[in-house]
């Protein structure tokens, strides 16, 4: 088997920078609520799929689904901060899947009191290139942990 020309070792690591900032651009969005820009972060028939532990949420398929969901989730929050990991990708052509380590940081209001709900979720994504652009086909993510506590914000 012939070794990749460099040319090809270039593609690829530019279609692994291109992921890696569709990821983050994602995390981006969702900190500064922009939930209807993160949508077009989607492939129009993109799909969403969570978990909670070991309980799934309903899935959700399309960008308006998307968007009418997560609008109201991030709303009811004060502050959002996503901070991403570990990222490794494979890239067969057009297609790409993924996974990625996050911890997603929510600070609300409860009885008159700020509650940090710290969230360790790992993504497993599908990609396809359309049009030249990475999108996300499929997100699987799963809050595999959570920590509830008071705090006092800085």
């Known amino acids: 088997m012939a070794a990749a020309s460099l040319e090809d070792r270039i593609r690829y690591l530019e279609d692994i ?25 989607f492939t129009e028939d993109g799909i969403v799929e969570t978990w909670f ?53 929510l600070i609300s209001s409860q009885g008159g009191s700020k509650v940090r709900n710290s969230n360790g979720v790992i993504y497993n994504d599908s990609y396809v290139r359309q049009d030249g652009k990475w999108l996300i086909a499929k997100r699987v993510a799963r809050f595999t942990w959570r920590d509830m506590h008071p705090f006092t914000p800085a």
Not at 69 to 87: C, D, K, R, V
Request: proline share 5%.
């Open 53 to 105: 532990g070991e309980t799934p949420l309903p899935p959700l398929k399309g960008r308006k689904q998307i968007e009418e969901s997560w609008t109201p989730f991030l709303a009811g929050f004060e502050a959002i901060y996503h901070m991403n990991g570990q990222f490794v990708a494979d890239i067969k052509g057009d297609e790409a899947t993924a996974v990625h380590y996050c911890t997603v940081e």
């Open 17 to 41: 920078a291109e992921l890696k900032r569709l990821v983050d651009t994602f995390s981006n969005l969702a900190d500064d609520r922009k939930v209807r820009e993160q949508t077009f972060l």
